[in-house]
């Protein structure tokens, strides 16, 4: 009883973290998105914790704290390589914004 109330006060607490964030205008659009449904996604878990132990047996895992670690593994992984993708697209931006200003400059 005590880990779900704990459960529900840290996944609750990171998500009044993540709403505060987003008043602040702290996180783009799209990150806050991503972080509101990921700090909700805890708060479900937390409070229906039988939904990881059935899909924990469904798909065979032990331990239903293994399947959550894989989710969140998987989850933040998917979500680093957009973050990767999304800074090399900067880079090609940015390389091309100094060079047409080296130009203009130069004319």
Same mark, same amino acid.
């Given at each position: 009883m005590k880990l779900?109330?704990? *459960?529900?006060?840290?996944a609750? *607490?990171t998500?009044?973290?993540m709403?505060r964030?987003?008043?602040k =205008?702290?996180l783009?659009? =799209?990150d !806050?998105?991503?972080?509101?449904v990921?700090?909700? &996604?805890? %708060?479900i878990?937390?409070?229906?914790? @039988?939904? %990881?132990?059935? /899909?924990s047996d469904?798909?065979?895992?032990? =331990?239903?704290s293994?399947?959550?670690?894989? &989710?969140? %593994?998987?989850?933040?992984? /998917? +979500? #680093?390589?957009?973050?990767?993708? #999304?800074?090399? +697209? *900067?880079? #090609?931006k940015?390389?091309? /914004? !100094? @060079?047409?200003?080296?130009?203009?400059?130069?004319l």
């Amino acid at each position: 009883m005590k880990l779900t109330i704990a *459960l529900i006060l840290g996944a609750v *607490l990171t998500l009044c973290y993540m709403l505060r964030k987003i008043r602040k =205008s702290q996180l783009q659009t =799209s990150d !806050a998105i991503f972080w509101f449904v990921f700090a909700v &996604c805890l %708060v479900i878990i937390a409070i229906f914790p @039988q939904i %990881v132990f059935f /899909l924990s047996d469904l798909l065979g895992i032990q =331990s239903p704290s293994n399947f959550v670690f894989l &989710c969140v %593994v998987a989850v933040l992984l /998917l +979500r #680093e390589f957009i973050q990767t993708a #999304e800074i090399a +697209r *900067l880079k #090609e931006k940015m390389a091309q /914004l !100094a @060079q047409t200003d080296a130009l203009n400059k130069k004319l």
